[in-house]
């Protein structure tokens, strides 16, 4: 049973940072890629970055040099640092991990960042 729960989203102004919490239950001694991804209003949820179990990362081209994403394996945590922030980044960020044998995915709530302008 996977269950994730998203933290640190808030109001950040243009060119400030934010780092984002996902707090992975059920996923220990299992293969799950992690990743975050973002719906702004009136968009298609979007992938942003992904983690594999080894650390292999993946990031969309919109954040590549900005965000950066890690997992702890020991507290299943997944982590989204973002740095310098801008309006197009404004949206709710999901966590999400999908099990790489079955394909099954799993989502956290939602965490709004919102970057003033």
């Known amino acids: 049973q996977v269950q994730l729960v998203e933290s640190g989203g808030g109001l950040v102004q243009p060119g400030g940072s934010l780092r984002l919490s996902c707090a992975a239950s059920?996923?220990?001694?299992?293969?799950?890629?992690m990743g975050w991804y973002r719906q702004a209003p009136g968009k298609q949820r979007e992938l942003v970055a992904r983690?594999?179990?080894?650390?292999?990362?993946y990031y969309a081209d919109s954040v590549k040099g900005r965000f950066t994403i890690s997992r702890n394996n020991i507290n299943n945590m997944v982590y989204l640092q973002m740095d310098s922030l801008n309006s197009e980044d404004t949206a709710v960020y999901y966590c999400?991990?999908?099990?790489?044998?079955?394909?099954?995915?799993?989502w956290g709530q939602g965490t709004q960042v919102t970057v003033s302008s």
């Open positions: 999400n991990a999908q099990h790489l044998l079955t394909t099954a995915n799993y």
């Open positions: 059920g996923i220990i001694n299992n293969p799950y890629r």
């Open positions: 983690i594999s179990n080894s650390g292999n990362t």
